[in-house]
């Protein structure tokens, strides 16, 4: 549906219609769906009900395909597959960087094997990340931004970062052990894939190919227009300075969000078949995208 014409044709046989679009509150997703928030960008007879929450919370209601469209982790799209399938932008990949190992103190390589490790969620891909780097830790799962204060109180021994905890850790006196992407850039030469976003399969190939189009769209205007989708960004995360908002969004607002490439596709499915091949999905899962 990438020519004027079909979209239009497409367009006019749209009846209106609202789906339900569920992303988290978090920098990056923020500044993607800005346009589609706020009116930015026409969406014809399409309109979008808005809803945020961390991305858990999203992954376990995509069990259940409580959301039409919703952002979700890769590690939980191998439960969802059959029920979502990917649209081709507005992933969040991290170059050679990505979810923090951290602990109050060095533990070294094999320091983590046996630890109690807070971790931001069952579903995550920072989990099962966690796991193929050390499958012998005690997970300890917590919300993701009361990991650093539960290795403080000595709940767990250690924790993983996701968000904006990979660059404030350093101010709660916490110490890196490793860095999850970086590891993961070492072991595949590949970007880290954390996260997409999935469409209902029944709602129809012709709404998801509209769909991920508008979707484009508005990650482009707000490319175009950053300053101010920066701000809106800002509003709906948990106090972040504009420098540490604008660090985190380019960190994962990036060339792969636009599209996934041969490369970022690659890496999703290298992230699900380790998985599998490691024991800790339970069935091999082929990622599947909106063509």
């Known amino acids: 549906m990438h020519s004027p014409v079909a979209r239009e044709t ?6 209106v219609r609202e789906l339900k679009l569920a992303h988290s509150p978090d920098p990056d997703d923020a500044f993607m769906f800005y346009a589609l928030a706020r009116n930015k960008i026409p969406t014809d007879n399409l309109t979008f009900a808005h809803y945020m929450e961390d991305i858990e919370a999203l992954n376990q209601k995509a069990l259940e395909g409580v ?26 990949f991290g170059d050679r960087y990505g979810p923090l190992v951290v602990a109050r103190e060095p533990l070294g390589r094999r320091g983590l094997k046996g630890k109690r490790v ?6 995550t ?6 796991q193929l780097y050390e499958p012998e830790v005690q997970p300890v799962f917590t919300r993701f931004d009361l990991v650093a204060a ?18 404030t850790f350093g ?3 916490l110490t890196k052990i490793v860095d999850l992407g970086e590891w993961w850039y070492e072991e595949t030469q590949l970007p880290l894939p954390l996260g997409g976003n999935g469409i209902c399969r029944s709602l129809g190939s012709q709404t998801a190919h509209y769909v991920a189009e508008l979707l484009r769209e508005s990650i482009r205007f707000s490319m175009a227009h950053r300053e101010e989708a920066l701000v809106y960004a800002r509003q709906l995360g948990r106090g972040l300075d504009t420098v540490t908002a604008d ?10 969000t ?14 699900l078949d380790q998985g599998f091949e490691k024991g800790l999905l339970s069935h091999r899962v082929k990622a599947e995208f909106v063509e």
Not at 118 to 123: E, Y
Not at 125 to 130: E, H, K
Not at 247 to 256: A, D, K, L, T
């Open 10 to 15: 497409y367009a006019a046989q749209l009846h």
């Open 67 to 92: 959301y039409d469209i919703t952002a979700i982790s890769f590690h939980a799209y191998a439960y969802v597959a059959e029920r979502y399938v990917l649209l081709p932008c507005g992933a969040s």
């Open 118 to 123: 807070a971790v931001p969620g069952k579903l």
């Open 125 to 130: 891909t920072a989990y099962l990340l966690l």
């Open 150 to 167: 539960s290795i403080a109180r000595g709940e767990a021994e250690a924790g993983v970062l996701i968000h904006e905890g990979q660059l």
């Open 171 to 173: 101010r709660q006196g």
């Open 247 to 256: 660090r985190f969004v380019s960190m994962y607002v990036n060339e792969w």
């Open 258 to 271: 636009l599209d996934y490439g041969q490369r970022g596709r690659q890496a999703v499915q290298m992230l």
